[in-house]
């Protein structure tokens, strides 16, 4: 039981460490820099995307930023979790790369799904914003793994 606490354990609550950071500094952020990236609106957008597609009205504004938000930390805590398939000494090199292609694709996916490129390509430091927060995403992921893993749990 052991083994599977520090196989399953580590890389879950690593990576809900590191979604939480980042939401926390996106959505801060979007409150007190104008050029901030705007992931909320990629997540309300890409919800009232598929609800419209399957026929379903999507909830009001501040419900929908709600299950924006609750998806954001969902997707990004199973994405960072990808960071136990490394080692732990390698989790610094992973985190980045995990945060680094996050923040790549956050920049530029959304045009070509249909989203938008406003919310993370709106000035350059919109777009250099993204991909640096989507890498403290990763860092905190990392660190967090590493910590985690010592744990005797």
């Given at each position: 039981m052991k083994k599977l606490n520090k196989t399953?354990?580590?890389?879950?609550?690593?990576g809900l460490l590191g979604a939480v950071a980042l939401t926390v500094l996106h959505e801060s952020a979007r409150r007190l820099i104008p050029a901030a990236p705007r992931a909320d609106i990629l997540g309300m957008r890409?919800?009232?995307?598929?609800?419209?597609?399957?026929?379903?009205?999507?909830?009001?504004?501040?419900?929908?930023?709600?299950w924006a938000l609750g998806g954001d930390l969902l997707s990004n805590t199973l994405y960072y979790s990808l960071i136990g398939l490394s080692k732990p000494k390698d989790a610094l090199v992973t985190g980045a790369a995990l945060g680094l292609a996050a923040g790549v694709g956050a920049v530029g996916?959304?045009?070509?799904?249909?989203l938008g490129t406003?919310?993370?390509?709106?000035?350059p430091a919109t777009a250099a914003m993204t991909i640096g927060w989507y890498l403290v995403g990763g860092l905190?992921?990392?660190?967090?793994?590493?910590?985690?893993?010592?744990?005797?749990?």
């Open positions: 399953i354990l580590s890389p879950l609550g690593s890409a919800i009232k995307k598929v609800m419209d597609t399957v026929d379903e009205e999507p909830p009001a504004d501040d419900e929908l930023h709600d996916l959304p045009g070509p799904l249909g406003t919310p993370t390509q709106r000035t905190v992921t990392a660190g967090a793994y590493q910590a985690l893993r010592k744990l005797r749990f």
